[in-house]
């Protein structure tokens, strides 16, 4: 639409400033008056619920197209692993062994971004959940390398405030776990998975379902630390009793550093979506 047709009507914004000063009358106090895009009571209504899943999808595709972003570097992982200079304050010692994990996430993600200062950070966009540990790590390496990264967070019941590494411009808030998790694999030329909790396992069982269906195209997907993630998942047992298949174990690769990452990345050759599963209806 063109901008002299935009002009024809009224702004919505300038409306929203008329309404707010209007003569103080029984009428214009009743919440009934306000315009329904500045009334966050009737916002938040259930039956709104529908108009609050696709806001929360639009704003940050909006906010990314007009970055200009294209494809991200998508790092999962634990909000509890220290940073080695805080190891000894974990409270277990794997959490302190996993420490190390905290320098490859923050080396891998300053390699990632400085690839992707090269395209005018279009692509290979550094994007994280937005909180501390391995997450911290991812956009603390974006901001070693002078560049930018996307936080997504979301409301948690003791959620803290989002990693001071984050760019501010690209820090989202979610109330929908569905559409956060839309919003991470949207745009992913790769996902990388470091050691963590129910989330991390989450996300990590989510994404590899939606390739293995043929419902997002497959994707570099590496594995930080394949002792841990051999110790917490017997993905042989899931082949041998057929309810994978041997050719899902295809669908991961297990890294332990950024360089060995970054090298699997940069190696990789697409191929096309999987195709349906025997007996399954599309």
Not at 53 to 78: A, R
Not at 185 to 205: H, N, Q, S, W, Y
Not at 219 to 231: A, D, I, Q
Not at 251 to 277: T, Y
Request: aromatic share 8%; proline share 6%; charged share 25%.
């Amino acid at each position: 639409m063109s901008d002299d047709r935009h002009s024809r009507f009224p702004d919505a914004r300038a409306d929203r400033s008329r309404a707010e000063h209007v003569p103080v009358t029984p009428q214009t106090q009743s919440p009934v008056y306000q315009l329904a895009f500045a009334d966050e009571g009737f916002l938040c209504r259930e039956e709104l619920r529908p108009v609050r899943l696709q806001l929360e999808l639009l704003k940050p595709q909006l906010m990314l197209d007009e970055k200009g972003v294209e494809s991200t570097v998508v790092m999962f992982g634990g909000a509890r692993i220290p940073a080695p200079r805080d190891k000894d304050k974990a409270r277990t010692q794997t959490l302190a062994d996993l420490s190390h994990f905290y320098d490859e996430a923050r080396s891998f993600a300053q390699k990632m971004t400085e690839k992707s200062k090269a395209t005018g950070g279009r692509r290979h966009v550094v994007a994280t959940g937005g909180g501390p540990g391995v997450m911290e790590a991812g956009n603390r390496g974006a901001v070693d390398a002078g560049g930018e990264s996307i936080g997504l967070n979301i409301v948690l019941p003791h959620e803290q405030a989002p990693n001071e590494y984050v760019t501010p411009e690209l820090c989202f808030n979610f109330h929908y776990f569905a559409i956060r998790k839309m919003h991470f694999l949207m745009r992913a030329e790769a996902i990388c998975v470091f050691p963590g909790g129910f989330g991390t396992l989450d996300e990590l069982f989510e994404a590899l379902t939606l390739i293995q269906t043929g419902r997002m195209e497959p994707v570099p997907f590496l594995l930080f630390g394949r002792s841990f993630w051999e110790k917490i998942i017997n993905w042989e047992a899931l082949a041998d009793a057929g309810t994978i298949s041997e050719q899902d174990l295809d669908l991961f690769k297990f890294v332990e550093s950024a360089d060995e990452a970054i090298a699997v990345i940069d190696a990789w050759n697409p191929v096309p979506a999987r195709q349906n599963l025997p007996g399954r209806e599309r």
